[in-house]
RNA sequence: CGGAGUGUAGCGCAGUCUGGUAGCGCACCUGGUUUGGGACCAGGGGGUCGAAGGUUCGAGUCCUUUCACUCCGACCA
Protein backbone atom coordinates (compact mmCIF):
# COMPACT_ATOMS: atom_id res chain seq x y z
CA UNK A 1 0.00 0.00 0.00
CA UNK A 2 1.38 3.04 -0.58
CA UNK A 3 0.95 5.99 1.82
CA UNK A 4 -0.19 8.57 -0.13
CA UNK A 5 -3.15 6.75 -1.15
CA UNK A 6 -3.79 5.70 2.20
CA UNK A 7 -5.89 7.13 5.03
CA UNK A 8 -3.14 7.37 7.66
CA UNK A 9 -3.75 10.98 9.74
CA UNK A 10 -1.11 11.37 11.98
CA UNK A 11 -0.91 14.12 14.09
CA UNK A 12 2.59 15.48 15.92
CA UNK A 13 -0.16 16.42 19.22
CA UNK A 14 -1.33 14.73 21.70
CA UNK A 15 -5.11 14.59 22.61
CA UNK A 16 -5.63 15.95 25.63
CA UNK A 17 -7.66 13.41 27.29
CA UNK A 18 -5.44 10.62 26.54
CA UNK A 19 -2.91 9.43 29.01
CA UNK A 20 -2.13 5.79 28.59
CA UNK A 21 0.55 4.83 25.86
CA UNK A 22 -2.06 3.01 24.05
CA UNK A 23 -4.65 5.27 23.78
CA UNK A 24 -2.29 8.36 22.66
CA UNK A 25 0.09 6.49 20.16
CA UNK A 26 -3.22 4.65 18.77
CA UNK A 27 -4.81 8.00 17.69
CA UNK A 28 -1.57 10.06 17.18
CA UNK A 29 -0.27 7.45 14.36
CA UNK A 30 -4.20 7.32 12.84
CA UNK A 31 -5.40 3.87 14.19
CA UNK A 32 -8.39 4.78 15.42
CA UNK A 33 -10.39 8.26 16.17
CA UNK A 34 -12.76 9.18 19.04
CA UNK A 35 -16.55 9.59 17.94
CA UNK A 36 -18.01 10.06 22.11
CA UNK A 37 -17.79 8.55 25.27
CA UNK A 38 -15.88 5.61 24.97
CA UNK A 39 -16.85 5.05 21.27
CA UNK A 40 -14.09 5.05 18.36
CA UNK A 41 -13.75 4.48 14.44
CA UNK A 42 -11.23 2.04 13.34
CA UNK A 43 -9.42 3.84 10.52
CA UNK A 44 -7.64 1.71 7.73
CA UNK A 45 -4.58 1.14 10.11
CA UNK A 46 -6.09 -0.16 12.93
CA UNK A 47 -9.28 -2.01 11.08
CA UNK A 48 -5.77 -4.35 9.94
CA UNK A 49 -4.22 -4.71 13.15
CA UNK A 50 -8.44 -5.58 14.63
CA UNK A 51 -8.94 -8.21 11.37
CA UNK A 52 -5.12 -9.30 12.71
CA UNK A 53 -5.54 -10.30 15.99
CA UNK A 54 -9.01 -11.70 15.12
CA UNK A 55 -7.70 -13.82 12.78
CA UNK A 56 -5.58 -15.59 14.88
CA UNK A 57 -8.16 -16.00 17.89
CA UNK A 58 -10.41 -17.72 14.98
CA UNK A 59 -7.63 -19.55 13.97
CA UNK A 60 -6.89 -21.16 17.28
CA UNK A 61 -10.21 -21.41 17.98
CA UNK A 62 -10.62 -23.47 15.11
CA UNK A 63 -7.99 -25.77 15.55
CA UNK A 64 -9.82 -26.13 18.81
CA UNK A 65 -12.93 -27.24 17.02
CA UNK A 66 -15.08 -24.72 17.96
CA UNK A 67 -17.55 -22.90 15.75
CA UNK A 68 -17.70 -19.79 14.66
CA UNK A 69 -21.54 -18.34 14.76
CA UNK A 70 -23.28 -14.74 14.60
CA UNK A 71 -25.94 -13.92 16.81
CA UNK A 72 -28.11 -10.35 16.95
CA UNK A 73 -27.00 -7.29 18.35
CA UNK A 74 -29.91 -6.26 19.51
CA UNK A 75 -31.29 -8.66 21.88
CA UNK A 76 -35.34 -9.28 22.99
CA UNK A 77 -35.59 -8.21 26.56
CA UNK A 78 -37.70 -11.25 27.19
CA UNK A 79 -34.68 -13.32 26.96
CA UNK A 80 -32.91 -11.31 30.25
CA UNK A 81 -36.33 -11.55 32.19
CA UNK A 82 -36.31 -15.37 31.64
CA UNK A 83 -32.43 -15.57 33.02
CA UNK A 84 -33.10 -13.00 35.78
CA UNK A 85 -30.05 -10.54 34.71
CA UNK A 86 -32.44 -8.16 33.13
CA UNK A 87 -32.53 -6.37 36.74
CA UNK A 88 -29.27 -8.12 38.10
CA UNK A 89 -27.16 -6.66 35.25
CA UNK A 90 -27.66 -2.91 36.36
CA UNK A 91 -27.18 -0.22 34.32
CA UNK A 92 -24.28 -1.15 31.60
CA UNK A 93 -27.51 -2.49 30.27
CA UNK A 94 -28.42 -0.29 27.75
CA UNK A 95 -32.62 -0.95 27.27
CA UNK A 96 -34.37 0.67 24.83
CA UNK A 97 -37.56 0.27 23.18
CA UNK A 98 -38.79 -0.35 19.16
CA UNK A 99 -41.43 1.28 17.54
CA UNK A 100 -44.35 -1.23 19.14
CA UNK A 101 -42.94 -0.54 22.44
CA UNK A 102 -41.23 -3.51 23.22
CA UNK A 103 -38.20 -4.17 25.20
CA UNK A 104 -35.07 -4.90 23.93
CA UNK A 105 -31.10 -4.46 24.73
CA UNK A 106 -27.86 -4.24 22.98
CA UNK A 107 -26.10 -7.47 23.99
CA UNK A 108 -22.88 -6.74 26.52
CA UNK A 109 -22.63 -10.35 26.20
CA UNK A 110 -25.10 -13.45 24.86
CA UNK A 111 -25.36 -15.95 27.74
CA UNK A 112 -29.21 -15.91 26.60
CA UNK A 113 -28.89 -15.52 22.90
CA UNK A 114 -26.58 -18.74 22.64
CA UNK A 115 -28.66 -20.89 25.35
CA UNK A 116 -31.98 -20.36 22.98
CA UNK A 117 -30.00 -21.10 19.91
CA UNK A 118 -28.96 -24.07 20.70
CA UNK A 119 -31.86 -25.15 23.16
CA UNK A 120 -33.70 -24.97 19.41
CA UNK A 121 -31.63 -27.26 17.37
CA UNK A 122 -30.00 -29.22 20.07
CA UNK A 123 -31.96 -32.44 21.74
CA UNK A 124 -29.78 -34.62 22.25
CA UNK A 125 -26.63 -36.11 24.00
CA UNK A 126 -25.67 -37.41 20.42
CA UNK A 127 -24.95 -33.53 19.35
CA UNK A 128 -22.93 -32.88 22.08
CA UNK A 129 -20.35 -31.53 23.60
CA UNK A 130 -20.79 -28.15 21.43
CA UNK A 131 -18.41 -25.07 21.39
CA UNK A 132 -19.90 -22.21 19.70
CA UNK A 133 -18.23 -18.59 19.24
CA UNK A 134 -18.43 -15.34 17.95
CA UNK A 135 -16.37 -12.61 17.03
CA UNK A 136 -18.98 -10.04 17.44
CA UNK A 137 -19.45 -6.17 18.88
CA UNK A 138 -20.95 -5.50 22.26
CA UNK A 139 -22.41 -2.65 24.60
CA UNK A 140 -21.74 -1.73 28.00
CA UNK A 141 -23.12 1.67 28.95
CA UNK A 142 -20.08 1.77 31.10
CA UNK A 143 -20.54 4.51 33.96
CA UNK A 144 -17.19 5.68 33.27
CA UNK A 145 -15.49 4.75 30.07
CA UNK A 146 -11.32 5.69 29.58
CA UNK A 147 -8.40 5.05 27.83
CA UNK A 148 -9.62 4.46 24.84
CA UNK A 149 -9.75 0.87 23.70
CA UNK A 150 -9.68 -0.20 27.01
CA UNK A 151 -12.50 0.52 28.05
CA UNK A 152 -15.01 1.79 25.54
CA UNK A 153 -18.25 1.06 25.82
CA UNK A 154 -18.96 -0.80 22.35
CA UNK A 155 -15.90 -3.06 21.79
CA UNK A 156 -15.43 -5.63 20.02
CA UNK A 157 -15.34 -9.23 21.95
CA UNK A 158 -15.02 -12.77 20.91
CA UNK A 159 -17.44 -14.84 22.97
CA UNK A 160 -17.94 -18.27 23.18
CA UNK A 161 -19.86 -21.06 24.86
CA UNK A 162 -19.41 -25.23 25.46
CA UNK A 163 -22.13 -27.33 26.03
CA UNK A 164 -22.05 -30.38 27.79
CA UNK A 165 -23.91 -33.91 28.82
CA UNK A 166 -21.77 -33.95 32.37
CA UNK A 167 -19.77 -31.85 34.67
CA UNK A 168 -16.79 -33.94 34.20
CA UNK A 169 -16.76 -32.92 30.06
CA UNK A 170 -17.51 -29.42 30.84
CA UNK A 171 -14.38 -29.29 33.12
CA UNK A 172 -12.16 -30.59 30.61
CA UNK A 173 -13.41 -28.51 27.71
CA UNK A 174 -12.95 -25.82 30.56
CA UNK A 175 -9.10 -26.89 30.62
CA UNK A 176 -8.71 -27.28 27.18
CA UNK A 177 -10.42 -23.60 26.74
CA UNK A 178 -7.51 -22.54 29.21
CA UNK A 179 -4.82 -23.82 26.81
CA UNK A 180 -5.97 -23.03 23.54
CA UNK A 181 -6.23 -19.19 25.08
CA UNK A 182 -2.64 -19.95 26.33
CA UNK A 183 -1.47 -20.18 22.57
CA UNK A 184 -3.57 -16.95 21.36
CA UNK A 185 -1.94 -14.99 23.49
CA UNK A 186 1.78 -16.58 23.44
CA UNK A 187 0.98 -15.53 19.52
CA UNK A 188 0.34 -12.30 19.98
CA UNK A 189 3.44 -11.68 21.62
CA UNK A 190 2.32 -10.79 25.14
CA UNK A 191 3.61 -11.32 28.80
CA UNK A 192 0.21 -12.70 30.40
CA UNK A 193 -0.71 -14.67 33.59
CA UNK A 194 -3.77 -17.12 33.89
CA UNK A 195 -5.23 -16.06 37.21
CA UNK A 196 -8.30 -17.11 39.51
CA UNK A 197 -10.91 -14.83 39.33
CA UNK A 198 -14.26 -13.76 40.66
CA UNK A 199 -17.11 -14.42 38.23
CA UNK A 200 -18.96 -11.28 38.71
CA UNK A 201 -22.50 -10.73 36.82
CA UNK A 202 -21.39 -13.53 34.67
CA UNK A 203 -21.96 -15.92 37.54
CA UNK A 204 -20.57 -19.77 37.71
CA UNK A 205 -17.67 -21.30 39.93
CA UNK A 206 -14.41 -21.71 39.08
CA UNK A 207 -13.19 -18.56 36.51
CA UNK A 208 -10.14 -17.60 35.40
CA UNK A 209 -8.72 -14.35 33.68
CA UNK A 210 -6.11 -13.99 31.03
CA UNK A 211 -3.66 -11.09 32.18
CA UNK A 212 -1.46 -9.06 29.99
CA UNK A 213 1.16 -7.84 32.77
CA UNK A 214 1.29 -3.61 32.12
CA UNK A 215 1.76 -0.87 35.10
CA UNK A 216 -1.26 0.58 34.09
CA UNK A 217 -3.68 -2.53 34.33
CA UNK A 218 -6.64 -1.75 35.72
CA UNK A 219 -6.55 -5.08 37.87
CA UNK A 220 -4.46 -5.77 40.96
CA UNK A 221 -3.51 -9.26 40.54
CA UNK A 222 -1.95 -11.34 43.86
CA UNK A 223 1.46 -13.48 42.43
CA UNK A 224 3.67 -15.85 44.08
CA UNK A 225 7.33 -15.39 44.07
CA UNK A 226 7.62 -19.02 43.67
CA UNK A 227 4.53 -21.57 42.13
CA UNK A 228 2.33 -21.05 39.28
CA UNK A 229 -0.24 -19.36 41.70
CA UNK A 230 -1.76 -16.27 40.33
CA UNK A 231 -5.25 -14.51 41.23
CA UNK A 232 -6.92 -11.34 41.06
CA UNK A 233 -7.09 -9.62 44.05
CA UNK A 234 -11.08 -9.73 44.25
CA UNK A 235 -10.93 -13.66 44.61
CA UNK A 236 -7.25 -13.90 46.29
CA UNK A 237 -6.68 -16.47 48.77
CA UNK A 238 -3.37 -17.22 51.32
CA UNK A 239 -2.26 -19.21 54.00
CA UNK A 240 -3.51 -18.90 57.40
CA UNK A 241 -1.74 -15.49 58.94
CA UNK A 242 -0.55 -15.21 62.90
CA UNK A 243 0.99 -12.51 64.62
CA UNK A 244 3.95 -12.85 66.27
CA UNK A 245 3.45 -9.82 68.80
CA UNK A 246 2.30 -11.41 72.35
CA UNK A 247 -1.56 -11.41 72.76
CA UNK A 248 -2.77 -8.75 75.16
CA UNK A 249 -3.84 -10.62 78.13
CA UNK A 250 -7.06 -8.44 80.17
CA UNK A 251 -10.59 -9.80 81.01
CA UNK A 252 -13.66 -8.51 79.61
CA UNK A 253 -13.96 -4.86 80.38
CA UNK A 254 -15.48 -1.50 78.92
CA UNK A 255 -12.97 1.16 78.43
CA UNK A 256 -13.40 4.84 78.00
CA UNK A 257 -11.55 5.54 74.62
CA UNK A 258 -12.22 8.83 73.41
CA UNK A 259 -11.00 10.20 70.08
CA UNK A 260 -10.22 6.59 68.90
CA UNK A 261 -12.16 6.01 66.13
CA UNK A 262 -9.37 4.63 63.52
CA UNK A 263 -7.76 1.18 63.95
CA UNK A 264 -4.12 3.53 63.98
CA UNK A 265 -4.83 5.35 67.25
CA UNK A 266 -6.82 2.41 68.77
CA UNK A 267 -3.78 0.26 68.55
CA UNK A 268 -1.90 3.38 69.62
CA UNK A 269 -4.05 3.86 72.57
CA UNK A 270 -3.91 0.43 74.29
CA UNK A 271 -0.24 -0.66 72.76
CA UNK A 272 -1.99 -3.35 71.12
CA UNK A 273 -1.09 -5.02 67.35
CA UNK A 274 -3.95 -4.39 65.14
CA UNK A 275 -4.20 -8.14 64.74
CA UNK A 276 -5.97 -8.02 68.05
CA UNK A 277 -8.26 -5.44 67.43
CA UNK A 278 -11.79 -5.75 65.39
CA UNK A 279 -12.06 -3.51 62.50
CA UNK A 280 -16.32 -3.56 62.32
CA UNK A 281 -17.13 -1.64 58.18
CA UNK A 282 -20.29 -0.97 57.33
CA UNK A 283 -21.96 -0.65 53.91
CA UNK A 284 -24.83 -0.59 52.30
CA UNK A 285 -25.98 -3.84 50.42
CA UNK A 286 -27.87 -3.15 46.83
CA UNK A 287 -29.98 -6.34 45.54
CA UNK A 288 -32.64 -6.60 42.78
CA UNK A 289 -35.60 -4.49 42.54
CA UNK A 290 -34.17 -1.42 44.83
CA UNK A 291 -33.82 -3.26 47.58
CA UNK A 292 -31.47 -2.67 50.11
CA UNK A 293 -29.91 -2.81 53.35
CA UNK A 294 -27.07 -2.18 55.69
CA UNK A 295 -24.31 -5.05 56.73
CA UNK A 296 -21.29 -5.40 59.24
CA UNK A 297 -18.28 -6.50 58.15
CA UNK A 298 -16.06 -7.45 61.22
CA UNK A 299 -12.72 -8.53 60.62
CA UNK A 300 -8.81 -8.04 61.95
CA UNK A 301 -7.47 -4.42 62.37
CA UNK A 302 -4.79 -5.56 59.92
CA UNK A 303 -6.89 -6.47 57.43
CA UNK A 304 -8.13 -5.02 54.77
CA UNK A 305 -11.91 -5.82 53.59
CA UNK A 306 -12.29 -6.87 50.12
CA UNK A 307 -15.28 -5.34 48.69
CA UNK A 308 -16.47 -8.02 46.24
CA UNK A 309 -15.77 -11.11 48.59
CA UNK A 310 -17.76 -9.17 51.32
CA UNK A 311 -20.30 -8.80 48.46
CA UNK A 312 -20.55 -12.01 46.87
CA UNK A 313 -20.96 -13.11 50.98
CA UNK A 314 -24.13 -11.95 51.16
CA UNK A 315 -25.36 -12.19 47.70
CA UNK A 316 -25.54 -8.77 47.21
CA UNK A 317 -25.40 -7.17 43.69
CA UNK A 318 -23.10 -4.12 45.10
CA UNK A 319 -22.23 -2.40 47.93
CA UNK A 320 -21.87 1.44 48.53
CA UNK A 321 -20.73 3.45 50.85
CA UNK A 322 -22.85 4.53 53.62
CA UNK A 323 -22.93 8.11 55.39
CA UNK A 324 -22.35 8.53 59.10
CA UNK A 325 -26.05 9.71 59.34
CA UNK A 326 -27.59 6.85 57.75
CA UNK A 327 -25.40 4.24 60.50
CA UNK A 328 -27.30 6.92 63.44
CA UNK A 329 -30.49 6.06 61.99
CA UNK A 330 -30.50 2.72 62.36
CA UNK A 331 -28.27 2.61 65.74
CA UNK A 332 -24.98 2.28 64.55
CA UNK A 333 -21.85 4.54 65.83
CA UNK A 334 -19.65 5.70 63.38
CA UNK A 335 -15.85 4.52 64.76
CA UNK A 336 -17.13 2.50 67.60
CA UNK A 337 -19.38 -0.22 66.15
CA UNK A 338 -18.79 -3.06 67.39
CA UNK A 339 -19.61 -6.91 65.91
CA UNK A 340 -21.55 -8.40 69.11
CA UNK A 341 -23.63 -5.77 69.89
CA UNK A 342 -25.83 -4.97 66.69
CA UNK A 343 -28.80 -3.22 66.52
CA UNK A 344 -32.11 -5.84 65.59
CA UNK A 345 -32.37 -6.44 61.73
CA UNK A 346 -28.63 -5.51 60.73
CA UNK A 347 -26.96 -8.65 59.26
CA UNK A 348 -23.35 -8.98 59.83
CA UNK A 349 -20.82 -11.26 58.73
CA UNK A 350 -17.37 -12.11 60.29
CA UNK A 351 -14.28 -12.76 58.23
CA UNK A 352 -12.91 -15.96 58.67
CA UNK A 353 -9.90 -15.41 60.73
CA UNK A 354 -11.94 -14.14 63.53
CA UNK A 355 -13.28 -17.65 63.83
CA UNK A 356 -12.39 -18.92 67.43
CA UNK A 357 -9.96 -15.88 67.82
CA UNK A 358 -9.30 -14.77 71.61
CA UNK A 359 -7.84 -11.41 73.26
CA UNK A 360 -9.66 -8.83 70.83
CA UNK A 361 -10.37 -5.77 70.96
CA UNK A 362 -13.92 -3.90 69.56
CA UNK A 363 -15.61 -1.15 69.57
CA UNK A 364 -18.66 -0.91 72.12
CA UNK A 365 -21.36 1.03 69.78
CA UNK A 366 -21.01 3.15 72.25
CA UNK A 367 -19.03 6.67 71.53
CA UNK A 368 -16.02 6.83 72.81
CA UNK A 369 -15.99 3.35 74.28
CA UNK A 370 -14.55 0.09 73.58
CA UNK A 371 -14.22 -3.31 74.42
CA UNK A 372 -11.37 -5.32 76.18
CA UNK A 373 -11.04 -9.20 76.23
CA UNK A 374 -13.52 -10.21 73.59
CA UNK A 375 -13.23 -13.81 73.22
CA UNK A 376 -14.79 -15.76 69.69
CA UNK A 377 -14.01 -18.95 70.36
CA UNK A 378 -17.30 -21.17 69.67
CA UNK A 379 -18.38 -17.67 68.89
CA UNK A 380 -21.89 -18.86 66.65
CA UNK A 381 -21.67 -16.75 63.28
CA UNK A 382 -21.46 -16.02 59.80
CA UNK A 383 -17.83 -17.11 59.21
CA UNK A 384 -16.41 -16.31 55.16
CA UNK A 385 -13.29 -14.95 53.51
CA UNK A 386 -13.84 -11.41 53.23
CA UNK A 387 -10.37 -9.93 53.46
CA UNK A 388 -8.17 -8.90 50.90
CA UNK A 389 -4.80 -10.62 50.55
CA UNK A 390 -1.81 -8.26 51.10
CA UNK A 391 1.75 -8.04 49.43
CA UNK A 392 3.95 -10.52 52.21
CA UNK A 393 1.41 -12.63 53.04
CA UNK A 394 2.08 -16.77 52.90
CA UNK A 395 0.89 -18.80 49.07
CA UNK A 396 -1.40 -21.91 50.05
CA UNK A 397 0.07 -23.49 47.39
CA UNK A 398 4.20 -23.62 48.23
CA UNK A 399 4.37 -21.45 51.82
CA UNK A 400 6.75 -18.49 49.67
CA UNK A 401 5.75 -14.79 49.67
CA UNK A 402 2.89 -12.84 47.56
CA UNK A 403 3.24 -10.20 45.52
CA UNK A 404 0.63 -7.64 44.06
CA UNK A 405 0.80 -6.65 40.05
CA UNK A 406 -1.22 -5.01 37.50
CA UNK A 407 -2.96 -6.91 34.73
CA UNK A 408 -4.92 -5.86 32.12
CA UNK A 409 -7.87 -8.46 31.61
CA UNK A 410 -7.83 -9.60 27.95
CA UNK A 411 -9.54 -13.06 28.39
CA UNK A 412 -11.84 -14.49 31.14
CA UNK A 413 -13.31 -18.55 31.05
CA UNK A 414 -16.23 -19.18 33.04
CA UNK A 415 -16.98 -22.95 34.68
CA UNK A 416 -20.95 -21.76 34.01
CA UNK A 417 -22.88 -25.36 34.97
CA UNK A 418 -26.42 -25.21 34.38
CA UNK A 419 -26.75 -21.59 35.81
CA UNK A 420 -28.51 -20.50 32.59
CA UNK A 421 -29.64 -23.61 31.16
CA UNK A 422 -31.84 -23.96 34.09
CA UNK A 423 -33.76 -21.09 33.96
CA UNK A 424 -33.81 -20.53 30.67
CA UNK A 425 -35.07 -24.30 30.40
CA UNK A 426 -32.27 -25.78 27.53
CA UNK A 427 -32.64 -29.19 27.98
CA UNK A 428 -31.38 -32.42 25.73
CA UNK A 429 -32.23 -36.21 26.29
CA UNK A 430 -29.40 -37.81 27.95
CA UNK A 431 -27.99 -41.38 27.37
CA UNK A 432 -30.82 -42.91 29.41
CA UNK A 433 -33.86 -40.82 27.73
CA UNK A 434 -34.17 -38.35 30.93
CA UNK A 435 -34.33 -34.44 30.29
CA UNK A 436 -30.97 -32.84 31.64
CA UNK A 437 -30.20 -29.51 31.49
CA UNK A 438 -26.73 -28.40 29.84
CA UNK A 439 -24.00 -28.22 31.39
CA UNK A 440 -22.54 -24.74 30.17
CA UNK A 441 -18.75 -23.18 30.29
CA UNK A 442 -18.33 -19.31 28.94
CA UNK A 443 -15.05 -18.25 27.36
CA UNK A 444 -14.51 -14.46 26.49
CA UNK A 445 -11.28 -12.40 24.87
CA UNK A 446 -11.58 -8.97 24.74
CA UNK A 447 -10.40 -8.27 21.41
CA UNK A 448 -10.50 -4.48 20.61
CA UNK A 449 -8.67 -4.44 24.18
CA UNK A 450 -5.77 -6.61 23.32
CA UNK A 451 -4.86 -3.57 20.84
CA UNK A 452 -4.45 -1.58 23.60
CA UNK A 453 -2.98 -4.04 25.64
CA UNK A 454 -0.19 -4.99 22.53
CA UNK A 455 1.00 -1.00 22.91
CA UNK A 456 0.33 -1.14 26.68
CA UNK A 457 3.24 -3.84 26.49
CA UNK A 458 4.76 -3.30 23.17
CA UNK A 459 5.96 0.82 22.51
CA UNK A 460 8.56 3.37 23.26
CA UNK A 461 8.74 6.88 23.76
CA UNK A 462 8.43 7.23 20.04
CA UNK A 463 5.05 5.23 19.09
CA UNK A 464 4.15 1.54 18.82
CA UNK A 465 6.02 -1.33 18.07
CA UNK A 466 3.81 -4.29 16.89
CA UNK A 467 4.96 -7.67 16.78
CA UNK A 468 5.32 -9.59 12.96
CA UNK A 469 2.08 -11.54 13.85
CA UNK A 470 -0.32 -8.23 14.86
CA UNK A 471 1.67 -5.64 12.65
CA UNK A 472 -0.37 -3.57 10.34
CA UNK A 473 2.18 -3.62 7.78
CA UNK A 474 5.48 -5.54 8.41
CA UNK A 475 7.65 -3.58 6.62
CA UNK A 476 7.84 0.53 5.82
CA UNK A 477 9.89 1.56 2.39
CA UNK A 478 10.97 5.20 2.83
CA UNK A 479 11.85 7.21 0.14
CA UNK A 480 14.11 9.89 1.84
CA UNK A 481 14.41 12.13 -0.98
CA UNK A 482 11.16 11.71 -3.59
CA UNK A 483 13.34 13.91 -5.77
CA UNK A 484 15.63 11.41 -6.18
CA UNK A 485 15.10 9.35 -9.22
CA UNK A 486 17.12 6.74 -8.24
CA UNK A 487 15.89 6.40 -4.68
CA UNK A 488 12.03 6.59 -6.43
CA UNK A 489 12.98 3.75 -8.56
CA UNK A 490 14.50 1.68 -6.56
CA UNK A 491 11.77 1.94 -3.95
CA UNK A 492 9.26 1.54 -6.79
CA UNK A 493 11.09 -1.77 -7.49
CA UNK A 494 11.68 -3.23 -4.21
CA UNK A 495 7.73 -2.60 -2.99
CA UNK A 496 6.45 -4.35 -6.50
CA UNK A 497 9.06 -7.42 -5.35
CA UNK A 498 7.93 -7.57 -2.32
CA UNK A 499 4.76 -7.75 -2.30
CA UNK A 500 5.01 -9.79 -5.21
CA UNK A 501 6.78 -12.49 -2.49
CA UNK A 502 3.62 -12.18 -0.25
CA UNK A 503 5.06 -9.46 2.31
CA UNK A 504 3.06 -6.91 3.25
CA UNK A 505 5.02 -3.53 2.76
CA UNK A 506 3.95 0.20 3.15
CA UNK A 507 5.62 2.45 0.45
CA UNK A 508 5.97 5.78 2.28
CA UNK A 509 6.00 8.27 -1.21
CA UNK A 510 5.01 11.60 0.33
CA UNK A 511 6.49 14.51 -0.46
CA UNK A 512 7.86 14.81 2.43
CA UNK A 513 11.36 15.27 4.42
CA UNK A 514 13.46 12.37 5.58
CA UNK A 515 12.46 13.55 9.31
CA UNK A 516 9.15 13.62 8.72
CA UNK A 517 8.63 10.29 7.52
CA UNK A 518 11.18 8.38 10.02
CA UNK A 519 9.23 10.31 12.74
CA UNK A 520 5.98 8.84 10.96
CA UNK A 521 7.48 5.11 10.83
CA UNK A 522 8.52 5.33 14.50
CA UNK A 523 4.98 6.46 15.78
CA UNK A 524 3.63 3.50 13.33
CA UNK A 525 5.27 1.26 14.29
CA UNK A 526 5.73 -1.33 11.74
CA UNK A 527 8.31 -3.93 12.45
CA UNK A 528 10.81 -3.09 9.97
CA UNK A 529 11.74 0.12 7.60
CA UNK A 530 13.70 -0.17 4.26
CA UNK A 531 15.34 3.66 4.16
CA UNK A 532 16.30 4.32 0.26
CA UNK A 533 18.20 7.40 0.66
CA UNK A 534 21.66 9.14 0.36
CA UNK A 535 23.60 6.00 0.70
CA UNK A 536 22.15 4.40 -2.49
CA UNK A 537 24.59 6.53 -4.14
CA UNK A 538 27.41 4.04 -2.48
CA UNK A 539 24.95 0.99 -3.41
CA UNK A 540 23.73 0.72 0.05
CA UNK A 541 20.27 1.07 1.85
CA UNK A 542 19.48 0.82 5.21
CA UNK A 543 17.05 -2.19 7.18
CA UNK A 544 16.27 -0.32 10.60
CA UNK A 545 14.16 -2.85 13.31
CA UNK A 546 11.51 -0.67 14.84
CA UNK A 547 12.49 -2.44 17.98
CA UNK A 548 15.46 -1.10 19.33
CA UNK A 549 15.80 1.16 16.19
CA UNK A 550 18.90 -0.97 15.18
CA UNK A 551 19.99 -0.52 12.03
CA UNK A 552 21.97 -2.44 9.58
CA UNK A 553 23.31 -1.29 6.00
CA UNK A 554 22.78 -3.49 3.02
CA UNK A 555 23.64 -3.69 -0.62
CA UNK A 556 21.11 -2.95 -3.44
CA UNK A 557 21.41 -6.79 -4.40
CA UNK A 558 20.80 -8.25 -1.23
CA UNK A 559 17.62 -6.04 -0.69
CA UNK A 560 15.17 -8.82 -1.60
CA UNK A 561 17.14 -12.38 0.31
CA UNK A 562 17.76 -10.18 3.34
CA UNK A 563 14.44 -8.60 3.82
CA UNK A 564 12.70 -12.20 3.06
CA UNK A 565 14.98 -13.91 5.89
CA UNK A 566 14.13 -11.24 8.19
CA UNK A 567 10.46 -10.87 8.06
CA UNK A 568 9.63 -14.94 8.13
C1' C B 1 -24.99 8.80 40.59
C1' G B 2 -21.29 11.73 43.94
C1' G B 3 -17.35 15.58 43.50
C1' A B 4 -14.29 18.97 39.97
C1' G B 5 -13.88 21.11 35.19
C1' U B 6 -14.43 22.14 29.88
C1' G B 7 -17.42 23.24 25.30
C1' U B 8 -14.69 28.93 20.12
C1' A B 9 -11.84 26.01 12.51
C1' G B 10 -10.00 18.89 11.68
C1' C B 11 -6.58 19.04 16.43
C1' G B 12 -4.48 22.09 20.60
C1' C B 13 -5.82 26.74 22.66
C1' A B 14 -6.46 32.52 23.53
C1' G B 15 -10.51 35.94 23.66
C1' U B 16 -15.48 35.79 28.35
C1' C B 17 -13.82 39.18 34.29
C1' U B 18 -14.71 44.95 31.76
C1' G B 19 -20.52 43.50 25.57
C1' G B 20 -18.58 46.84 19.99
C1' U B 21 -14.93 43.82 12.89
C1' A B 22 -13.77 36.06 15.82
C1' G B 23 -8.04 35.20 16.64
C1' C B 24 -3.15 32.11 17.33
C1' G B 25 -0.26 27.42 16.63
C1' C B 26 -0.56 22.70 14.10
C1' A B 27 -3.08 20.50 9.98
C1' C B 28 -5.22 21.67 4.91
C1' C B 29 -4.95 24.17 -0.46
C1' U B 30 -1.74 27.05 -4.42
C1' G B 31 3.18 28.59 -6.07
C1' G B 32 8.33 28.54 -5.12
C1' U B 33 12.87 27.10 -2.39
C1' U B 34 14.55 22.80 0.57
C1' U B 35 15.43 17.04 1.00
C1' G B 36 19.21 12.00 6.54
C1' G B 37 15.50 13.63 11.74
C1' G B 38 8.50 16.61 12.19
C1' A B 39 12.05 22.81 6.98
C1' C B 40 11.23 27.94 4.87
C1' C B 41 8.91 32.14 2.01
C1' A B 42 4.49 34.13 -0.21
C1' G B 43 -0.62 33.65 -0.96
C1' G B 44 -5.31 31.11 0.40
C1' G B 45 -9.71 28.17 2.22
C1' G B 46 -12.22 26.83 6.49
C1' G B 47 -16.58 29.01 12.26
C1' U B 48 -24.70 28.81 12.98
C1' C B 49 -18.43 30.50 19.27
C1' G B 50 -22.32 23.05 22.19
C1' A B 51 -27.99 24.05 21.95
C1' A B 52 -32.46 26.91 23.28
C1' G B 53 -34.50 31.13 25.34
C1' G B 54 -33.77 36.04 27.53
C1' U B 55 -31.37 41.18 28.50
C1' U B 56 -29.33 44.93 24.98
C1' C B 57 -29.02 49.50 19.59
C1' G B 58 -25.43 45.42 19.65
C1' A B 59 -23.90 38.95 22.93
C1' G B 60 -18.36 34.28 22.01
C1' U B 61 -18.64 37.70 26.34
C1' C B 62 -24.22 39.10 30.83
C1' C B 63 -28.82 35.99 32.77
C1' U B 64 -31.87 31.31 32.64
C1' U B 65 -32.49 26.45 30.94
C1' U B 66 -30.48 22.32 28.55
C1' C B 67 -27.10 18.96 26.15
C1' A B 68 -22.38 16.91 25.46
C1' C B 69 -17.57 15.78 26.87
C1' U B 70 -13.27 15.25 30.22
C1' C B 71 -10.94 14.34 35.07
C1' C B 72 -11.10 11.86 40.46
C1' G B 73 -14.09 7.38 43.23
C1' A B 74 -17.71 2.11 42.65
C1' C B 75 -18.32 -1.92 37.07
C1' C B 76 -16.04 -5.25 33.30
C1' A B 77 -13.62 -8.28 27.75
Known amino acids: MRVTQLLIPTT ?27 LYNYLPLGKRVLDKVQNIVKDELNKANCQEVSLGFVTPASYWKESGRFDKYGKELLRFKDRKNNDFVLGPTHEEMMVNLVKQSVKSYKALPLNLYQVNLKFRDEIRPRFGLMRGREFLMKDGYSFHASKEDMQREFAYMEETYKKIFTRLGLDFRVVEADSGAIGGSGSKEFMVIADSGEDTIVVCEKC ?17 VEPPEAVYAKFHTPDTTTIDALSKFFH ?26 ALRGSEELQEVKACNSIDANELVDISVEELAEVGLVAGYMSPTIVPEGIEIVFDTMLKDATHLICGANEADYHLVGIDLKGYEANYQDIVAVQEGDTCVHCANKLRYTKGIEVGHIFQL ?58 LSIIISNIKDQAQVALAEETYQTLKDNGVEVLLDDRKERFGFKMKDFELIGTPFALVIGKNLADGLVELVQRDGLSKESISVGDIIPTVMSQVW
Open 12 to 38: KETPNDATLASHIFLIRAGFIQGVGSG
Open 417 to 474: GTQYSVPLGANFLNEQGKTQAFEMGTYGIGVSRLLAAIIEQHHDEKGCIWTKETAPFT
Open 272 to 297: VDPFYLIKTVAKKALFDEGESKIVLF
Open 228 to 244: EYGANIEAAIRAEKSCE
